[in-house]
């Protein structure tokens, strides 16, 4: 990169920082200080803002850059991605969105607590909440130090170390002054950028191949190296029996996860009604949907334009794709267009990690003060408001945010995210299903089902090639690898479910039938809702 496309994309990060930063601090003169405003900003937010939202917060650097550049790198097995994440906000319409905001306030411990016994399904249920989001935000991290390496030479590891901390410092702030009302306006006016960039590009490369999809495809094909390979499936997943249920897990984790997202869930709060909180969710999928279709364009694009090998060269999880190919179509390294175009897009992807960010810390943040801290707390001790110990919180998160992020920059953000969306499917997806759906699920069932899905997919994880016997792993060095395949989600979703079953159906206390049928009429209907 030369200086002028440094100067020109930092001078472009430096003006969405300082707008956010405006949002942030205007928001926090306005605010009242009180948990409703602090955790879902009022409740004052119409649908098509609240789906803007859902689509900013959900559309991370995972999606532009990890996507994309999967795509590129393996073709047709990248796009199950793309598949994945839009399939999945099919199952968040029909079976959760109304009834989660109808049973809850502010997390989803609220849901399970309006039937179960409060302190041991708020304290799981948070131990799971700020578990998944932490994953979350290892893969943002991770994003955003690839971005800043790659516009300040590609080199040098300081930066990206940095960046990180920046990042986290950010977020902090963000989250600290501004609650949900700030962070809903920064992801509004992230996914408007977003939008726009990436539909910027799509356009490019689609004139650049005149309307041609089967020569962009075609063409793709000749530059990746595979042939006609490329664009068929096994590049990445076909290659034995393994690679195979890794594709099954990965498909279920994507399809399951989203369901059990603590930062999409807490979305539906911020929305007066439960009818809002369903048009929102229609709003989210109409966004969602346009751009992982244009994400697929922009990856292909990337193998045809630039070929996989130049991708390869500059990282070689492929994250930096789409950057690369901004900077092609806008004429090439040296042009001015190229300059511009490359800035806006890095500039854009900078934006998106830090909305996405700023909605997984607050909602880990709240989390830990609504349920953990409320729950774990000695009576007779002094109690400190929810607001301040979530501010608190977010800065314990942010750092164990920091440390993780510096640990695993050199893996792909989209496989990162892969594994957040396992935990959560295994963990919190089966206890809230169950929750809404099961008249005999009891207390113990809940309590099973939320660690019986946690501890297996982490600790999975921890003995998969992804942390130990692989020279991509975490620890390349070291080999404690015991579980083959690299997501967890074939194993832990069942043993979740499974967990819960065995818990309800062994336990000592019968369900509460009264409680059920309460629950039951909150969510169906909204009587009683906050």
Known sequence: MTGDHQVLALLLFSAFIVGTLAITTWVSRHRHGSAEEFCAGGRLFSPMENGFAIAGDYMSAASFLGISGLIALFGYDGMLYSVGFLVAWLVVLFLVAELVRNCGRFTLADVIAARMRERPVRIASGTSSVTVSVLYLVAQMVGAGSLVALLLGGTSGAARSWTVIGVGALMVIYVSLGGMRATTWIQIVKAVLLMA?????????????????????????????????????????????????????????????TAGLPHILSRFYTVPTARAARRSVVWAIGLIGSFYLMTIVLGFGAAAILGTAEVRASNAAGNTAVPLLALDLGGGAGSTGGAVLFAVVAAVAFATILAVVAGITLASSVSVAHDLYASLKRPGTKRYGEVAVARVAAVGVGAVAIGLGLLARDLNVAFLVGLAFAVAASANLPVLLYTLFWRKFTTRGAVWSVYGGLVPSVLLVVLSPVVSGSPEALFPGMDFQLFPLQNPGLVSIPLGFLAGWLGTVTSPEPPDEARHAETEVRALTGAGAV
Do not use: M, Q
Not at 227 to 256: E, H, M, T
């Open 197 to 257: 960039g990436a539909l910027a590009l799509t356009v490019l490369v689609l004139v650049r191949f005149h309307g041609d999809v089967n020569h962009l495809l075609t063409t793709a094909a000749e530059r990746s190296g595979h042939g006609r390979d490329f664009l068929a499936p096994g590049l990445k997943y076909g290659g034995d029996w393994i690679a195979r249920l890794d594709f099954i897990s990965l498909g279920l984790a994507l399809v399951l996860g």
